[in-house]
T-cell receptor, first 111, second 116 residues
Framework: KNQVEQSPQSLIILEGKNCTLQ??????????LRWYKQDTGRGPVSLTI?????NTKSNGRYTATLDADTKQSSLHITASQLSDSASYIC??????????FGGGTRLMVKP | NAGVTQTPKFQVLKTGQSMTLQCAQD?????MYWYRQDPGMGLRLIYY???????DKGEVPNGYNVSRLNKREFSLRLESAAPSQTSVYFC???????????????FGPGTRLTVT
């Protein structure tokens, strides 16, 4: 069964600090992996997409990495801001199948 | 360009009541989806519509029905609501439903449903 596990479940950091969120998956055959940001009371919004051949991709202060051999991805947030407070969801697509969603990491950035 | 819109935003039902959740997109997307999101769990697919005129079951279809009214609109109906259907429901759309494709799904703001 395809699964996506995210850690930690929740995280509190101070404004200006960096953090890294983890995503482990057992989806096969792998097609691509997206990180979504979900603000409270809103729908998820895509931050970045990683395909099999990509190791690192940045979107402003967000940097995603992918290790297809170990089936792990991470999302690194640099110089966190209060507006980064949200849930971050890792979503993996298997070739020919629908998406498998992780349970998300709830990040709170405190002033 | 509103993207994906959902109505209502909030709803409280009694067990056994029925209701329809509405979803519309203005991006000319072919594929639309209904998900439910429960605390601590990933979004789970209820039904999807690959293109106008077609619908298919997702991971958790029991207790729900859908209608792809036209290319823009995709509704979700609960015929006899149960407390287990208390959840946040998200509608999404994408340009296509292609095997292994990278088409991003765009999500609506969600409907928070409580069944007592």
């Amino acid at each position: 069964k395809n699964q996506v596990e995210q850690s930690p479940q929740s995280l509190i950091i101070l404004e200006g600090k960096n953090c890294t969120l983890q995503c482990n998956y057992t989806v096969s055959p792998f097609s691509n992996l997206r990180w979504y940001k979900q603000d409270t009371g809103r729908g998820p919004v895509s931050l970045t997409i990683m395909t099999f051949s990509e190791n690192t991709k940045s979107n402003g202060r967000y940097t995603a990495t992918l290790d297809a051999d170990t089936k792990q991805s991470s999302l690194h947030i640099t110089a966190s801001q209060l507006s980064d407070s949200a849930s971050y969801i890792c979503v993996v697509r298997a070739a020919g199948n629908m998406l498998t969603f992780g349970g998300g990491t709830r990040l709170m950035v405190k002033p | 360009n509103a993207g994906v819109t959902q109505t209502p935003k909030f709803q409280v039902l009694k067990t056994g009541q029925s209701m329809t959740l509405q979803c519309a997109q203005d991006m000319n997307h072919n594929s639309m989806y209904w998900y439910r999101q429960d605390p601590g769990m990933g979004l789970r697919l209820i039904y999807y519509s690959a293109s106008e005129g077609t619908t298919d079951k997702g991971e958790v279809p029991n207790g729900y029905n859908v209608s792809r009214l036209n290319k823009r609109e995709f509704s979700l109906r609960l015929e006899s609501a149960a407390p287990s259907q208390t959840s946040v429901y998200f509608c999404a759309s994408s340009e296509h439903l292609t095997s292994g494709g990278a088409h991003e799904q765009y999500f609506g703001p969600g409907t928070r449903l409580t069944v007592t």
